[in-house]
């Protein structure tokens, strides 16, 4: 197991509705208030990382949303030490606003913005403001020209680059981004051509929920493939953390995210979802399998199972990190009260239980 300290992201809340389509009580906001003092919440309760999500339509309960790049920057100028990973889709975006504009956010805000490269999933939004809906794989091949472009732009002078979607010529980006070679870059995905492109160009890939087993599978897949390119590529999973001082306590919530699911949003989430997911040749796309219950967490955050004890909860996160996941990333019901809960009760036994381990492994 690795000696890296398993790092924490959570799901910025910048879309109305939080993180479960259920009608269940959420003491969450989308609002800029709620989310800076969140952010500094979770710096102080040890966090890493904050993820914006990108969305340009309503549906699903997910009413109102903040555009990820400008709420990133507002979540930066708040915090000190925090980075956040804000969400780009190609397509709307190009690598050369995209470069630009986080190569300033990135001196502005001390080195501290990072990207999550997201490829589409969901054709109704396409649709609606006039994007072109590309096949699954040729969305990815895309999404691999993005990082492609990004990247040379942000490493090198005279930057020239002839692909099928994006071309530059003899490009000299200043200023350069501060974080050296470049922001770091994620991806989301399970099917079969987002490993492929996580192992050719991506710094990390995020994963859907999914158990120890079904990630370790992934994982394998992805270091052997990154591995053949010569590239290295760290892991993100997935999980809705209840974590409440008895289990009774933390099951009896979830349970009740499940009984108040609103089924037709589930249902026509789950509609565009799956044909997402099945929507890749292999037939492993993110939700391909996902039950209902699955989809009422919109990455299929439960099936992780941090949800019980913060004991419980400590040992099965240090068990992710057996199977080669670096980085959890969490979505709250109550963020700002779980957030601290997290970082108080959770956190400290993570560190315990990677102390152990290490002391272990060095006897
Ligand atoms: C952690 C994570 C965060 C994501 N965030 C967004 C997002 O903010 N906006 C979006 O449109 N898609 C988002 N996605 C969707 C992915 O970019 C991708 O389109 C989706 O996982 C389907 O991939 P697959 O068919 O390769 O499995 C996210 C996925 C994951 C796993």
Request: glycine residues 14%; charged residues 15%; positive net charge.
């Given at each position: 197991m690795s000696h890296v300290p398993v790092k924490f992201a959570y799901w910025v809340p910048?879309?109305?509705?939080?993180?479960?389509?259920?009608?269940?009580?959420?003491?969450?906001?989308?609002?800029i208030d709620y989310n800076r003092k969140l952010a500094q919440l979770a710096e102080q309760a040890g966090f890493d990382y904050a993820l914006t999500q990108i969305r340009f339509t309503a549906g699903y309960g997910a009413e109102y949303q903040h555009e990820s790049v400008a709420f990133s920057h507002a979540l930066l100028a708040a915090t000190e030490r925090l980075k956040v990973i804000a969400a780009i889709l190609p397509g709307p975006w190009n690598p050369a606003l995209a470069a630009k504009q986080l190569a300033t956010i990135d001196q502005l805000t001390n080195g501290r913005v990072a990207i999550n490269l997201v490829s589409g999933w969901f054709k109704g939004e396409f649709h609606g403001i006039g994007e072109p809906w590309l096949d699954h794989d040729e969305r990815y091949r895309r999404s691999e020209e993005f990082i492609r472009a990004l990247k040379g732009i942000w490493t090198q002078d005279s930057f020239s680059f002839a692909g099928d979607f994006y071309r530059f010529r003899n490009y000299t980006l200043k200023?350069?981004?501060?974080?050296q070679p470049h922001p770091e870059i994620f991806q989301g995905g399970s099917s079969r051509a987002a490993r492929d492109m996580a192992a050719r160009v991506s710094d990390w890939y995020f994963t859907n929920g999914n158990t120890p087993e079904g990630i370790r599978a992934q994982v394998e897949d992805l270091r052997a493939k990154a591995a053949a390119n010569g590239h290295s590529i760290k892991v993100g999973v997935n999980a809705f953390v209840i974590a409440r001082d008895t289990e009774a306590e933390a099951r009896a919530v979830l349970d009740e995210i499940i009984a108040k699911a609103n089924p037709e949003a589930v249902q026509a989430f789950g509609h565009e979802a799956r044909n997402a997911g099945a929507a890749s040749p292999e037939g492993?796309?993110?939700?391909?399998?996902?039950s209902f219950e699955d989809l009422v967490q919109y990455n299929d955050g439960?099936?992780?199972?941090?949800?019980?004890t913060p004991e419980q909860i400590a040992e099965r996160i240090v068990a992710l990190k057996a199977v080669g996941v670096d980085l959890v990333l969490a979505g709250f019901l109550h963020f700002q009260e779980e957030v601290e809960y997290f970082g108080r009760r959770v956190l400290p036994l993570v560190r315990e239980l990677e102390a152990r381990a290490a002391a272990q492994a060095a006897a």
């Open positions: 910048n879309v109305s509705g939080g993180l479960v389509v259920s009608t269940i009580e959420q003491r969450t906001h989308w609002g200023p350069k981004p501060l974080q492993e796309g993110n939700w391909a399998k996902s439960f099936k992780t199972n941090l949800i019980g």
